[in-house]
């Protein structure tokens, strides 16, 4: 048995062959989750931001984590100067101020209309 455990969810895939995570022991990492629907992105940057955050719950249930063994989550933007859109969808996923991972924010050219992505960092277990 391999210490590297793959994670695939359902709601989404990699273009590529790669898995939506991996996990190894207690640490978790991500690849890219984005606001695609069925080979299309969705329309605006909230609604891709909802989407993504909303494919982050996805992610932690099929590693058997939850939200609260996110350590950092990185947000990639096609416009840096947008990232205060997000903010709704960010409180929404961690309402409360003294319990959310940190977040870092960058910008890069985006592929296929995306506006906004992120990968995410966990610790899963005690």
């Known amino acids: 048995m391999s210490r590297r455990m793959s994670i695939y969810t359902e709601s989404f895939s990699h273009s590529n062959p790669t898995p ?6 207690p640490l978790l990492m991500s690849g890219i989750i984005n606001g ?10 909230e609604e891709q931001a909802a989407l993504s955050f909303q494919r ?3 992610v932690m249930a099929a590693a058997g984590g939850s939200l609260d063994d996110i350590v950092k989550v990185n ?19 961690f309402p409360d101020p003294q319990n959310r991972p940190s977040r870092h924010s960058t910008q890069a050219v985006l592929d296929n209309g995306k506006l906004v992505q992120c990968d995410i ?6």
């Open 20 to 25: 939506s995570a991996c996990r190894i022991g």
């Open 56 to 58: 982050i719950g996805e």
């Open 36 to 45: 695609i629907v069925k080979g299309a992105v969705a329309g605006s940057l």
């Open 75 to 93: 947000v990639t933007f096609a416009d840096i100067t947008q990232r205060a859109r997000t903010n709704a969808a960010w409180v929404a996923m």
């Open 121 to 126: 960092v966990a610790w899963i277990g005690a």
